[in-house]
């Protein structure tokens, strides 16, 4: 594959509007006839927006999170199933940056820039909780690794080009192996029946005898021991993707009660648009959109603060403010996306309209990790000013 290689920020927004523009116009279809995006996906590897956090030295644009944040709320807003294949791609190019050796980061950043894209098998199922990893890594004699495990909600692992998979050693460490995709003992099941996000392919993963060799293998457990930014920048992508769904819902109702709906006549209004109290439910449902695009580009500067000198404190900081976000932007989501309904009127439940995608996928979407959890983390922090825990998801 040949991929263009983006210069900059400035030309990363403008790839990332084009693509959105083009990804929106097959969304609905894609969604209700569950039409994987491949072609899609295609189009977003050769137009270089996936190699877009490369470092400089390594001839990537070395973008900062600000721009990344909005690259991914422009897709979210278009298809948030595509939004989200990508986000595991990001995550892992970073773990990459912070525990490659400099061989690693040659190899892998020149896969990167040549369009391969990384997919991803984190989560399993049947554990005691979400960081209860037992997918092993088994030393072999001469060097390499066995790794042997079952993996679930494996978004982009469908159609990616390298599988990173989080497992533990002897030691019981957590490392990530970068295994291809067609490696021998792996197996890709496409049985994801989620009723939202219906195209991420977020099936299973099996992983029997997959043999590893050791320049394959990073150590994750590093990234947890000191100041760290990796939960960071993984949760503030996610809170991209739930404001995009919030500004695509709010778009999609406007848009159909400018055309397809009929004031209430009690109004007294000639249109739809002249109902006070359809302005009025307008203008609060905008008021939530925007704090939420403001709290995503407030945590996305704290990121880049951070990046620019990572102490315990900015690391602590940058925390914090995407927890904030992220719990705005899925509330957010889930209320638009409901509201479209509530200001558009009874005709927009149709099911051939296929308007409640917004709904499902905000709802599947913000299941990702409980918000509850990160309040309690703002809270603390506000009256004992405890820093937030190193864990991955915050």
């Given at each position: 594959m040949t991929a263009h290689v983006i210069a900059d920020d400035a030309e990363a927004l403008a790839v990332a509007a084009e693509l959105a523009d083009a990804f929106r116009a097959g969304a609905a279809r894609r969604d209700a006839?569950?039409?994987?995006?491949?072609?899609?996906?295609?189009?977003?590897?050769?137009?270089?927006?996936?190699?877009?956090?490369?470092?400089?030295?390594?001839?990537?644009?070395?973008?900062?999170a600000a721009t990344l944040a909005e690259v991914f709320r422009l897709l979210g807003a278009a298809d948030p199933s595509l939004a989200q294949i990508p986000q595991s791609h990001f995550v892992y190019v970073n773990v990459i940056r912070r525990q490659g050796t400099t061989e690693q980061r040659t190899f892998f950043f020149a896969e990167v820039l040549a369009g391969r894209r990384f997919g991803n098998a984190q989560s399993e199922a049947g554990t005691k909780h979400v960081q209860d990893i037992r997918t092993r890594l088994t030393p072999r004699p001469d060097g390499s690794y066995r790794l042997d495990g079952v993996k679930h909600y494996s978004t982009g692992a469908l159609f990616a080009d390298?599988?990173?998979?989080?497992?533990?050693?002897?030691?019981?460490?957590?490392?990530?192996?970068?295994?291809?995709?067609?490696?021998?003992?792996?197996?890709?099941?496409?049985?994801?029946?989620?009723?939202?996000q219906r195209t991420t392919a977020s099936g299973t993963v099996h992983l029997e005898g997959v043999e590893v060799p050791a320049d394959r293998v990073l150590p994750h457990h590093l990234t947890f021991r000191g100041p760290q930014l990796h939960g960071a920048v993984a949760q503030l992508l996610h809170a991209a993707i739930d404001?995009?769904?919030?500004?695509?819902?709010?778009?999609?109702?406007?848009?159909?009660?400018?055309?397809?709906?009929?004031?209430?006549?009690?109004?007294?209004?000639?249109?739809?648009?002249?109902?006070?109290?359809?302005?009025?439910?307008?203008?609060?449902?905008a008021l939530r959109v925007?704090?939420?695009?403001?709290?995503?580009?407030?945590?996305?500067r704290a990121v880049d603060a951070a990046r620019a000198g990572l102490?315990?404190?900015?690391?602590?900081?940058?925390?914090?403010?995407?927890?904030?976000?992220?719990?705005?932007?899925?509330?957010?989501?889930?209320?638009?996306?409901?509201?479209?309904?509530?200001?558009?009127?009874?005709?927009?439940?149709?099911?051939?309209?296929?308007?409640?995608?917004?709904?499902?996928?905000?709802?599947?979407?913000?299941?990702?990790?409980?918000?509850?959890?990160?309040?309690?983390?703002?809270?603390?922090?506000?009256?004992?000013?405890?820093?937030?825990?190193?864990?991955?998801?915050?």
């Open positions: 006839e569950r039409v994987l995006p491949r072609a899609e996906l295609d189009r977003l590897s050769a137009s270089g927006l996936l190699a877009v956090t490369v470092p400089a030295e390594h001839g990537g644009a070395d973008v900062g390298w599988i990173p998979v989080l497992a533990r050693a002897d030691d019981d460490d957590l490392h990530v192996a970068y295994v291809p995709r067609d490696a021998p003992g792996l197996t890709v099941v496409d049985d994801w029946d989620g009723m939202g404001a995009g769904i919030a500004s695509g819902a709010l778009t999609e109702a406007a848009a159909f009660v400018r055309t397809r709906s009929r004031p209430w006549f009690e109004s007294g209004a000639d249109t739809a648009v002249e109902d006070p109290l359809l302005v009025q439910r307008f203008g609060e449902l925007r704090a939420s695009e403001a709290l995503l580009k407030e945590a996305a102490t315990d404190d900015s690391a602590a900081e940058a925390s914090l403010a995407v927890a904030a976000a992220k719990v705005q932007a899925a509330e957010t989501a889930v209320e638009v996306a409901s509201a479209l309904f509530e200001v558009s009127g009874t005709r927009s439940a149709l099911d051939s309209l296929n308007l409640h995608r917004y709904w499902r996928d905000a709802r599947t979407h913000t299941l990702h990790d409980p918000p509850r959890w990160k309040l309690q983390h703002l809270g603390r922090h506000v009256l004992t000013g405890a820093r937030p825990p190193r864990h991955g998801l915050l």
